[in-house]
């Protein structure tokens, strides 16, 4: 598979992060595997087991995703965006984090949560929405949380997890603790005014977190040049005294090297660092838009896939082979499939969860509203 | 006047087509408005017909395409700036509240702001919490804004006209299941004035006062209520700033009983507004209390059931009016 022409990712190495004052060159995205798979940089240290859990958890996102894509189709559930394309760029960075860390999710990071080891039968009921939705049905589809795994729901309206992001870093340094904030960011949501005053804010008070943008090159049907005039999204953390740098975000061995460098750093009281993986949304925004209205097939057509690349990678080591291939691919449908089943058996949320959550205890007026939602019409 | 049937939508389009053609200073902005020609297709054909100088895809930023729009304003430009919904154009209240609702009241009253802002709000296709909310009151209740709130293609296109045509800053809240209903509309121009209700269904029994999505469940329910031999009539507000409480007053000293109806949340809405004016201005002619039906103050859930829990539906439209009529 090739990059797209647009984002060209010179072979050679070293994402080198431009300082707080901003170098004025073109960086040199951080790569250690070349599009065929090859190695060509230094390789984060991970042991066999995970170095092959990589490679299955971002198999389980494209199924997963591929899946749910078919039940909407269906009408089986209502909604659902893919990650399609960026399975290297989620899958690695939470890969890096600690099981402590907080993650602030964008659109597209069903994939963290995997890595966490939320369990994908809660994600369907997620999805679904019914009684076996931890979120009592409240939440739209891909709005899944998980408080036990430090992983927040991500927000309908774009950008404003990230104040929270560097406010919840705040708090981790206020309290002394060793936890780091992972924050993504879509290219488009880098236009909103809530990504630069947190941007900001971490820089001023060097708070332990990564921010993380998933450039995909798409914001809806606006391509990312009519989003910022600037050609490396990597740059403006210059502005913020934040070290910036462009990973390939279809290397997913970069990205854990980027992230977890970000994070060790953030660790040790070294601050905030901004990251911009470079990647490639291959589906439609969700599964109510059609891509095909605004960009060439042919572009979408070659995107860069960072599944085979790795598999090359392990495949030239002898970690993987076809055979192993299989067996993966019959356990994930096996695993999506007695999801399914599991979710579509469990009734509608108890009318009653209408009220939860809106107080710690509901106040008088919502208890009355509840009174009459149960009682039956006349 | 010969009149078509068209949808909302389409009737919404008409209007700016028409705006655009007739007035050079009108132009179009926000998220996927030209290329992708809107979120809902609200701005379908515009690009294409009037050009990227004046209808523009911005960039992902509402407090920027709201506050653009009140520069350009001031400009000397009739701004129509959509927002893909106005669950995210609260991120652009500084600007709406703060400056497009004061300026002309900052300046003396010597600036004007011909400003219309846009786009879709309430809930009932399972969007959720963030994304099915009604801000009429939040903006109504701040002096200086205009507030619309059309319920059938004819009013949608009507009220974008005078909207377009008005100098100060109007805040055009459409319904998201509204867009694909149909209704007649005439051929050609019409301008819909503001301040004036309709009465969509003739009553002597209970009046209903409502808006926007709110008023075709009215209907349906006064329909029911009809075959009951009970006569409804149903007030569609059109515009809640100004308000027309003449119209409702008129109604209210007939019918002797008036029920208020509204998608929003109860606490100090829309709905509490009116029958607060009417107890002030029609007491002594009301057999009954005000009675207000809104919808529940919860975050909008996800869940079908749920949705349909949290918001006015037609039997209890019809509930609440038989209790009233008892
Ligand atoms: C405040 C706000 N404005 C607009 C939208 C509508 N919207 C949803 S996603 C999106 C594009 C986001 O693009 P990007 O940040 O690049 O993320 P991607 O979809 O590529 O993952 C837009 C405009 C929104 N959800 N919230
Ligand atoms: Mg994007």
């Not at chain 1, 860390?101 to 890595?115: K, N, S």
């Not at chain 2, 929003?264 to 002594?284: H, K, L, N, T």
Request: hydrophobic content about 40%.
């Amino acid at each position: 598979m090739i990059p797209s022409a647009s984002h060209p990712v010179p072979s050679g190495t070293a994402g080198s992060p431009s300082g707080p004052d901003g170098s004025p060159d073109s960086q040199v995205p951080l790569r250690v595997l070349s599009p065929d798979g090859g190695l060509e940089g230094e390789a984060p240290d991970l042991s066999p087991t995970e170095r092959e859990a990589l490679y299955r958890q971002m198999s389980r996102l494209r199924a997963f995703d591929n899946r749910m894509i078919n039940l909407q189709r269906q009408g089986r559930i209502g909604f659902y965006g893919p990650a399609t394309g960026q399975e290297a760029t989620t899958v690695g960075s939470a890969f890096a984090l600690e099981a402590g860390d907080w993650i602030f999710p964008a659109l597209r990071e069903a994939g963290a949560l995997l890595v966490r080891g939320y369990p994908l039968r809660k994600m369907v009921a997620q999805l679904y929405g019914n009684r076996a939705d931890d979120a009592l049905g409240h939440q739209m589809p891909c709005h899944y949380t998980a408080r036990e795994l430090r992983f927040v729901s991500m927000s309908s309206c774009i950008a404003n997890q990230l104040p929270q992001a560097v406010g919840a870093a705040w708090a981790a340094r206020i309290r002394g603790d060793r936890t780091v904030v992972l924050g993504y960011i879509g290219d488009g949501g880098t236009s909103e005014g809530d990504f630069h005053a947190a941007m900001n804010f971490a820089g001023v008070f060097r708070t332990p977190c990564v921010i993380l943008c998933q450039n995909n090159r798409w914001a809806i049907s606006v391509p990312v040049e009519k989003q910022t005039a600037v050609r490396e999204i990597a740059r403006k953390a210059a502005a913020y005294g934040i070290p910036g740098l462009q990973v390939d975000g279809n290397d997913v061995l970069a990205v854990v090297a980027a992230t977890r460098a970000a994070a060790d750093r953030a660790r040790c009281g070294g601050g905030p660092t901004f990251i911009e993986a470079l990647t490639y949304r291959a589906g439609p925004h969700t599964t109510s838009d059609d891509p095909t209205r605004y960009r060439a097939s042919e572009e979408a057509g070659r995107w860069p896939d960072p599944i085979p690349r790795y598999r090359a990678f392990l495949e030239a080591s002898g970690a993987w082979d076809e055979e192993r291939e299989r067996g993966l691919q019959a356990e994930l449908e096996g695993e999506i499939d007695a999801a399914i089943e599991e979710v579509e058996a469990e009734p509608a949320p108890d009318p009653a969860s209408l009220i939860e959550g809106v107080f710690a205890t509901p106040p008088a007026l919502l208890r009355d509203q509840l009174e009459e939602v149960l009682r039956p019409r006349r | 006047m010969s009149m078509r049937e068209i949808t909302y939508r389409d009737a919404l389009n008409e209007a700016l087509h028409e705006e655009m053609a007739r007035d050079p200073s009108v132009l179009v902005l926000g998220e996927e408005v030209a290329l992708y020609e809107g979120a809902y297709k609200v701005t379908r054909g515009l690009l294409a017909r009037f050009g990227e100088r004046r209808v523009k895809d911005t960039p992902i930023a509402e407090e920027v395409i709201a506050g653009s729009a009140i520069g350009a304003a001031m400009g000397g430009l009739r701004p129509v700036a959509e927002m893909m919904t106005w669950n995210f154009a609260i991120l652009a209240f500084d600007q709406i509240i703060n400056h497009a609702a004061k300026i002309r009241y900052m300046f003396g009253g010597r600036v004007k702001l011909p400003l219309v802002i846009r786009g879709p709000q309430g809930g009932g296709k399972q969007l959720a919490a963030q994304h099915s909310q009604s801000v009429e009151t939040w903006l109504a209740h701040c002096p200086g804004l205009k507030v619309v709130c059309p319920s059938s293609p004819a009013d949608a296109k009507g009220l974008l006209v005078t909207a377009i045509r008005d100098d100060d800053p109007v805040m055009f809240l459409e319904h998201e299941i509204l867009y694909n209903a149909k209704g007649n509309v005439p051929e050609g121009e019409i301008a819909v004035p503001f301040g004036q209700a309709a009465i969509v269904h003739q009553g002597s029994d209970v009046t209903i006062i409502t808006y926007s999505l709110m008023t075709l469940k009215a209907l349906k329910a006064a329909e029911e209520l009809e075959r009951d031999g009970i006569h409804a009539e149903v007030i569609d507000l059109r515009t809640l700033v100004p308000l027309d409480m003449e119209a409702v007053l008129a109604s209210v000293r007939k019918t002797n009983r008036a029920l208020v109806v509204q998608e929003g949340w109860p606490v100090c809405g829309m709905a509490s507004e009116i029958a607060a004016r009417i107890q002030e201005d029609a007491f002594d002619d009301l057999d009954a209390p005000v009675r207000r039906l809104t919808g529940k103050p919860v975050p909008m859930p996800y869940n079908r059931i749920l949705e349909a829990q949290a918001v006015p539906q037609v039997p209890d439209i019809v509930a609440e009016v038989r209790r009233l009529a008892a």
